[in-house]
């Protein structure tokens, strides 16, 4: 199953030419409030998901408009990031891993690395990423985005996947820029990955059963209608479980909690944004999201 969050304030079930809007539905079964937000959808999904198939046939049915789309999760508690995670070692677009220099980090080495981006940073699908003000480089990174469906903490390897909800994609935005006075060194990933606009996520959540082999899917960016990035999955250091039983170790992961699983490309290889282009950002059995970009 694919669920969308949708204007002003719906949830809805895509199908192949549009979608199905699901939330009056529920709420007339008492299976959710009105109103109800996907982080109610996760967190309650085991006790509905036996009644979707009655709910979606009395659901509203509306022709795909990717401008009613909104974030799928428009306010997670928390994002994490991983850094350092694609084993590049390329300059080939094709080659899958990544590219840029090998890294030279142990997989523990790269968890350690994971920052935190701030919900505030999140938009959907058709809004505009806004390049700061200032001396600023803004780059796009494609990356697969982890939703938590259940609490976890200190979970296994073994265990993690059973915490996991679904996948969206992600952009990771990052601004390179001025170094803070007097410092000599660069701004910290959770400023210069933190600016407004700098967390795109969607188009929509596959649910885990669309997506039997999370290490195993294509990504491709385009920046107005180039291609940019290329990759595969199984390019990554550190899986979703990996990733998943790690941070749970940190703190309590919470329904709709986004885990972006890291870039594959280094700096070297990624383009400036200006204002005006189009991005279109696309993950194999996820679907594909168009992004602007604006000057702020």
Known sequence: MRIASVKPNDLAVITGD?????????????????????????????GLKNSLAGVIAKGKKMPMDAQLLKAPVPQPSKIYAAAFNYKRGTSDLTAGAGRGETLKFTPEEALEMT??????????????????????VVYPELELCIVIGNRARNVSQAQALDHVFGFTIMLDMTARGPNPPGTGA?????????????????????TRDEIT????????????????????????????????????????????????????????????????????????????????????
């Not at 939330?23 to 982080?39: E, F, H, K, N, T």
């Not at 660069?186 to 596959?206: D, H, L, N, Q, Y």
């Not at 990733?243 to 309590?252: G, I, K, P």
């Open 18 to 46: 549009g979608f199905i809007l699901i939330g009056a539905a529920l709420a007339a079964q008492d299976l959710l409030p009105a109103g109800a937000s996907m982080i109610d959808f996760i967190a309650n999904y085991d």
């Open 115 to 136: 920052f935190l981006k701030p919900s505030s940073a999140v938009i959907g699908p058709e809004q505009a990423i806004l390049i700061p003000k200032g001396e600023r």
């Open 186 to 206: 660069g701004a910290c990933r959770s400023v210069r990955k933190g600016f407004e606009t700098f967390a795109p996520s969607g188009p929509w959540i596959a």
């Open 213 to 296: 082999e999370p290490q195993n899917l294509q990504m491709n960016l385009w920046i107005d209608g180039e291609l940019r990035q290329s990759a595969k999955t199984s390019g990554m250091i550190n899986g979703v479980a990996e990733l998943v039983s790690f941070l749970s170790e940190v703190t309590t992961l919470n329904p709709g909690d986004l885990i972006s699983t890291g870039n594959p490309d280094s700096p070297a290889f990624q383009r400036k944004l200006n204002a005006g282009e189009k991005l279109t950002a696309e993950i194999e059995n996820i679907g594909a999201m168009n992004l602007t970009v604006a000057n702020a």
